[in-house]
Structure formats: structure tokens, C-alpha cells
């Protein structure tokens, strides 16, 4: 399909849209919309234009604007995804939603809250911990991301296994569909069968069908206790086999991370920390909350118990917060310390059903000694989503690593689809994702989607070239 | 080796708010952890004991929710916990403070070591810990950095100064406040922590310690807080703002006259 440039004609009408302060188009201020997490030399490509509009109104026109001149809008959250979805691969409008971020509704007695979608994540629990209440939405990127964002890609993160993903607390939203309408999908109801359930399509369809400009989202009571355990194993193997049993013994942790051995190492070199990773070949973390510390200690105390009846080395326990930061720091910076071991590499996040998470391991084995790269692995392993990451052996050459990287990548995803996983999880398709997801998926299902694509968004402006395409 | 460590409870400082009105740190509802540079003294006493065999005791000055801290020490490796508390105590600074300690000290029994943290957190004034090898008048250093060797009846550290590291060698029993670089705290262990769940605290009063009343407290402490106040920011920023090429022009000249009166070019 081909799209229609950005006249000054059409930044002349922008502005009159938006305001001459919401537009902008030199390429300095743009380089920051030009990319997101992904490797910006990769996947990058330039906008043409940026607007941050600040009413669903002004956004509708704009889409009206860009239906009429075939413009294609990409929209845009905070730029922290990981699979391209924010990047204007054909240039066009970037809409970035950074200027909505206002807090419309708190509704105690129903225990939800309304805002726009340029908040931050972690902005929403900041401003009802006061009220005893928590939204369970968890991305990792927590402190910079936009719940516009986490809509988009569905986030999940470290704490899907007892509270699920961002969808689940998605009860209404104010859409404007990709020709430029705005609707009001959902509501404040805990039941609602009165037709399809448009809101959960937009949830996780990665800004293809329409950008969302308010939402409503269900709280819950805030945790106010919580124990962590660290768990070392010999193998990998040892520490995935036990995630069942505790699955299967009564307490639901909020998170159980797995990390192996390279992951630990490296992000404790980075961290300067010492942690006994020496001995341990895998380790578990994880966190048991609640409202009552006591109960929370032993609850924790029979989930240390149940992992060393079942092969666990060692136990660390940290019910404060010196110990309990000390131990997620671990976690939270792997990818980072990865970054600077080598800052070209591929992070993934297959899923597959728990009990295939220790069938996985040796295939990752055998993967990173094929290609002669290292394939460190960590991820939740409550719920079966594991970034392997492809890490550039830094004696390859570029030209070889994407050889390598289109290789293995397949050969991760054949063997993921094998255990009935799928090939992302929580980061999303994207571009990133779109050529192995083509390959992946059953074709009936793609042309379902496909036909929804077209049904929304007909002359095919909003977001093109994400997930799939159309010609 | 019979180790003593004199621990505190402080808020975690991620947390602490402070009272604009009377300028303390509001306490109430804030959750305390084991000051996070006494950990440091609580490794390196249990790497001793690992080393030489002996007993490690913690203790502490503070309300009955202090235990808490001194159960996490046993949880880490210590093998007993023991609690000052008295409301006689409240108040204290650091010369009553250092007094109260070293009595217990005393009281806790025959001991080769006390090993303190380099400070608190809260307080951040570094002068329990040699205060109380004032009251006990036995030898001192501070800001050890490492242990080189325990003989029988001697000590020899390494502590760190301005320009370098001075090594002293001491007769035992004496007192050592230490840094960072001295170990690595463990964590916890699940192990650790079932022994402190049903490990006793005993608890010891003034009168226990058969304490001198004009010593301890607010009334034994000499130091008087008269006011405590915020430091004035006395940075400021300016915008300049420019429209248009003009407004960038007359705003980078007004710049230039600004970085020349300050002398900055």
C-alpha cells in the first residue's frame, strides 16, 4: 500500500488541530519517537511529523485527517515495548499520547479508577496506596511506562501468576476506532454479555485498531506485607519441577522468576553483588504478599519448606525491604547487565505451558552451543514466559550475528510451538515478530485477524505494518 | 571467640518522611530494619565465629519491636539476641546511649570482641561505637576495613584512612567499628529463620542493669537539641524563553551578558 507524505499543508492543519506547541517535525526532537526498546539501528525509522494531542476529540480528527490524505498514524506510549509497536515504520503522523495523563475518576465504591492513557503505570498506585487500594497491573518497566502502553501490548510482567495481566483489569475504555469515531467500550461492570467484548480485542492489539484515550480500571486491596524467598538449585531442571508442586499446594506466590546460572552471574558482576551463584546452576525467587505479615512469614516459610523437600540446595529468606531490594535488583537488572556484555542481542519472551518450561532448558543448551552464542534464560516461570535471550558472541561479526539470529530465533520458535507455547508472551509482535508469527500461526487464525483488521480500519492507516500485513 | 554486636533499629530510608513543623523524622507507622551498616559488623562477627568457634550475641536498645531486628541477626547466623529496654531510656543521645550499652555489655559476660557498624543511618553521628570502648576502656578502631589476624590474646586490622590504610595491632578484649569493605552480608536463611522464630529474646531493664538513673535517657544526656532546620536552597533557575528567530537571537545575547557578569566566560 503506498501512503501519502506529510505536506506542510498538513502541518499547517495539525496545528490547527492541535495547537502549533503540539506539533513538531525537526529531527532532532524526533529521533526520540523514532524508536523504542528494540535496537534503534535495527527497527528504528523516522516519523514525519509528531503530534501529542490532548483531547480523544482532537485525536479523532487527526485520524479523520489521516483517512482523508491515506497517512498512516502510529500511535505511541511511553516508547519503553519491546517488539517495535510504537515505531513509525512509514513515517506519517506520530501520535504520542504523553499529554494525556490526567486522572479523571476515582470511584471507591467500586473500586476502580479512570484515567487517560499517558499516566504513568506506577503513577496509578501512587495515588490510591493512601485508600488501601492497588492496581496489579506489574510491566517491569513500571516507572516509565504509559497505561496506554500496557493496554496496547497487554502487559504482564512479574507478578501475572497470582493477579494476571493487565486485561484482566481492564473494565471500559473511550476508543477512537482507526476512521476517527469515538466509543465508549465497557464499563464500570463486573458482568457484561451485551455483544462481543470489544474492549478485551483492543486489550493486546498492539494500537492496530484504534487508540485508546481513557480507561477504567478495576482495583484491588493493597498487600501490605510481603516475604521473598531466594531459592538455589543444582539445575535448571530442579528449580522448574518444583514451580507445580508449589503451584499445586494452596498458596498462589504473586511472583516466581527463574534465572539461571549465566543471568545471576551476570547481573551480579554488573551489580557488584555476591550472591552464592557459584554453587547454584538455577535459582527461583520467589514472593509470597498479603495483609498480615505474620501469615505472610509462614506462608513463605511452607513454600521455602516445599522447595527444599524437593531438591532445593539453599533457602534465603528476606521479609524487608534492605533484603527483599537487594534480591529483585538481581532480577530487574540481567537485561541491563546483558546490555553491557554485548548491546546487540535478541530478548525474547516465548511462553509455554508450565510443565514444558524444563523441556526448554536443554534445548536452549543446545541452541547456545550451536551457534556459539549465549542464550541466558530468566523469566516467570509461574506462568511459563521465559526471555531466552539471544545474546552476539562479540567475536562475530555483525553480518553473521543476523545470520545466526534469523537461524536460531526460527529454531527457538519450531521447538517453542512444538510444547504448545507461542512465541511472545508479554512484549508483543510488532515488527520484531511479524515474519516468525506469519510462520507460526494457524493460517485460518491469521485471516481471522486479518478480517478484523480490515473490517476496522479499511483504508488501513492505523498502525500499519505491526503484527501482520495486509498485502 | 566470644563476639558481642550492639545493633540498631532504624526506618527504612526509603520511606522516611520528615515533620515540617518540629523538623524530626516521623517514626509511626514507618517500617524499621536492622541498620543497614551494622549488617556489615553482624558478617564479619559470624566469619569469625565460623573461623575461631565461639558464640556470636546481638543485642539492642529499644522498644519490644525491636526484637524483630535482633531475630533477623539470629536468622542471619548469631546464635543469641538479647533486648535492652526501658522506657527510662527514651531520649537517649549518644553519651547515655554508649553508657547504657557498654553496662549490658558487662552484664552479657566474658567476650574477646565487640563489633560495631561504622553509624546508624538515622543518627549518622559514628559515636556509639567508640563510646562505648570509652566506658569499657578497652582499645578501639574505627573504620576497619579488614581483619588480618586473631591471635589469642591480639587483633590485628586494617582501617581506613584519608591517604591509605593503617594497619593496628591490639590487645583483646577490644572494640572495632567497621565499613563496607569488611565482608559481604548473607542473607537469611530459611534454616536461620526457624531458629529465631522459636529462639527466646531476654529482655533487660534498668534495673536489671542496676543502671545509674542521672546516666540514662533524656536526663543523663548532655546533648541538647536547640533547633533543628532545613538547609535554604539557595540555587535558582531561570527560563529564558525565545519565539522565533529574533526571540533566539536577543535571548542567547541576554545569555552571553549573564554567563559574563558571572564571570563563567
Known sequence: MRYNHVTLDIVEELKKIVGPKNVFSDEEKMEAYSHDETNAAEYGHMPEVVVTPTTAEEISQIVKLANRELIPITPRGAGSGLSGGAIPIFGGILLSVEKMNRVLDIDYGNMMITTETGIVTNEINNIIKEKGLFYAGYPMS????????????????????????????????????????????????????????????????????????????????????????????????????????????????????????????????????????????AMLLIEVDGTNQEQVELDAEAVGD???????????????????????????????????????????DIVVPISAIPDIIPELDRLSEKYDIKIPCYGHAGDGNLHATLVKNPDHTLEHWHDIEAKALRELYQITKKLGGKISGEHGIGVKRKKYMLENMDPVELSLMKGIKMAWDPNYIMNPGKMFDIE | MNIIIPIKQVPETSNVKMDKETGTMIREGV??????????????????????????????????AATKALKEAIAMGCDEGILISDRKFAGADTWATSYTLSEAIKHIGEYDLVIAGERATDGDTGQVGPGIAAWLDIPLATYVSKIDEVTKDSITVERLVEDGYQILQMPLPALLTVIKEISNPRLPTLRGKKKARVSEVPVMSAEDLKLEESYIGLKGSPTKVVKIGYPKVTRGGKIVKAAGDEGVNEAVEGLIKFLEAKELI
Open chain 1, 142 to 281: 513500571l516507572e516509565t511506562c504509559y497505561l496506554g502502553g500496557n493496554i496496547a501490548e497487554n502487559a504482564g510482567g512479574g507478578k501475572a501468576v497470582k493477579y494476571g495481566v493487565t486485561g484482566k483489569y481492564i473494565m471500559g475504555m473511550e476508543l477512537v476506532t482507526p476512521t476517527g469515531d469515538i466509543v465508549n467500550l465497557g464499563g464500570k461492570l463486573s458482568k457484561d454479555v451485551t455483544g462481543y467484548d470489544l474492549k478485551q480485542l483492543i486489550v493486546g492489539s498492539e494500537g492496530t485498531l484504534g487508540i485508546v484515550t481513557k480507561a477504567t480500571i478495576r482495583l484491588t486491596g493493597l498487600p501490605t506485607a510481603k516475604s521473598t524467598l531466594l531459592v538455589l538449585y543444582k539445575t535448571p531442571k530442579d528449580a522448574i519441577d518444583t514451580v507445580p508442586v508449589i503451584m499445586a499446594k494452596g498458596t498462589i506466590p504473586v511472583s516466581m522468576e527463574f534465572m539461571d546460572k549465566l543471568s545471576v552471574q551476570t547481573a551480579c558482576e554488573y551489580l557488584n553483588e555476591s550472591l552464592p551463584y557459584q554453587q547454584a546452576g
Open chain 1, 306 to 348: 516445599l522447595c527444599m523437600e524437593n531438591g532445593a540446595i539453599e533457602v534465603y529468606v528476606a521479609d524487608n525491604y534492605t533484603t527483599q531490594e537487594r534480591i529483585w535488583s538481581v532480577r530487574r537488572n540481567i537485561a541491563e547487565a546483558f546490555k553491557v556484555v554485548s548491546p546487540i542481542q535478541s530478548l525474547e
Open chain 2, 31 to 64: 517500617v524499621s530494619v536492622i541498620n543497614p551498616l551494622d549488617l556489615y559488623a553482624i558478617e564479619a562477627g559470624i566469619q569469625l565465629k565460623e573461623q575461631f568457634g565461639g558464640k556470636v550475641t546481638v543485642f539492642t536498645m529499644g522498644p519490644q
